[in-house]
T-cell receptor, first 110, second 116 residues
């Protein structure tokens, strides 16, 4: 079983729509969680950290469910510029090694 | 520097040749990762350096691959006797490491390696 699993999508949504997707992780001793964004042929860039109580950054909301071992990302009022692959990252407590999911592709259409 | 710097940005090499890829992390970052990414694929973990600890080499695909990190800063990934399947973008990332991992990881723009 992979350490981090994501629905690859693609999620095709119209502008203005809300889109949400999850990421599950297998190691209960995971310490930290992040969402990264990767545009085509570019390097991944940090979108936001994920905190236990959930957190928002503008139109983006991240949630963590430790009991069920998943994190989620919700994008409200989607923009064309939100089209990208969203990577889930989990940091292992033991040695702070990070593991990436394979990514969820989101395409926002006009 | 302000960000993670990788060089070269592009490298075309003949099959069988050795290549060296360089990563210059953000100053003060103790954790450094190498990943590779083939077109349309996810990130494949290669190696992880954390401070003075022995590196986690569990992701290196074969003994043709090696990496070192001198002085806890610059890292070099070496691929010997390159094969066509080695063609990919090689990405380096660094972070403050240890208990400061909550600050996330910064990626360099990668080295696009093409083996012909």
């Amino acid at each position: 079983r992979k350490e981090v699993e994501q629905d690859p999508g693609p999620f095709n949504v119209p502008e203005g729509a809300t889109v949400a997707f999850n990421c599950t992780y297998s190691n209960s001793a995971s310490q930290s969680f992040f969402w990264y964004r990767q545009d085509c042929r570019k390097e991944p860039k940090l979108l936001m950290s994920v905190y236990s109580s959930g957190n928002e950054d503008g139109r983006f909301t991240a949630q963590l469910n430790r009991a069920s071992q998943y994190i989620s990302l919700l994008i409200r009022d989607s923009k064309l510029s939100d089209s990208a692959t969203y990577l889930c990252v989990v940091v292992r407590l033991r040695d702070y090694k990070l593991s990436f999911g394979a990514g969820t592709t989101v395409t926002v259409r006009a | 520097g302000a960000g993670v710097s990788q060089s070269p940005s592009n490298k075309v090499t003949e099959k069988g040749k050795d290549v060296e890829l360089r990563c210059d992390p953000i100053s003060g970052h103790t954790a450094l990762y190498w990943y590779r990414q083939s077109l349309g694929q996810g990130l494949e973990f290669l190696i992880y350096f954390q401070g003075n600890s022995a590196p986690d080499k569990s992701g290196l695909p074969s003994d043709r691959f090696s990496a070192e990190r001198t002085g806890g800063s610059v890292s070099t990934l070496t691929i010997q006797r390159t094969q066509q399947e080695d063609s990919a973008v090689y990405l380096c990332a660094s972070s403050l490491g240890g208990g400061n991992h909550n600050y996330g990881y910064t990626f360099g723009s990668g080295t696009r390696l093409t083996v012909v």
